[in-house]
């Protein structure tokens, strides 16, 4: 996010809290339900799904977003797996 513009302040901020993300409020949606399918997958509804499609999102990026916040926590238990702090260590 910071590439596209964003200070790393709002970025943190919006860890805790994803509604203080600087970005729209359909992207906001998109967030949290993306957030929800890695901390509660169960808890994602039909209506949850289409609540964030009815914001103009298609089925396939709501999938790619579910995606991506999934394949980003799997790689940070890799990389806690060996001890890793940063990316760079395997360039």
Known sequence: MTNTGFSLES???SRNNPDAAPLACN???L???AIKSIEAPEDVSKAGLDEVHQLG???RE???AVAQVTNNRVFNYILR???IE?????G
Do not use: C, H, M, P
């Open 11 to 13: 970025i943190r901020a």
């Open 27 to 29: 992207e906001i949606a």
């Open 31 to 33: 967030l949290k339900l």
């Open 57 to 59: 999102w298609s089925k």
């Open 62 to 64: 709501i999938f790619d």
């Open 81 to 83: 797996t060996f001890n």
């Open 86 to 90: 940063y990316q760079g260590v395997f």
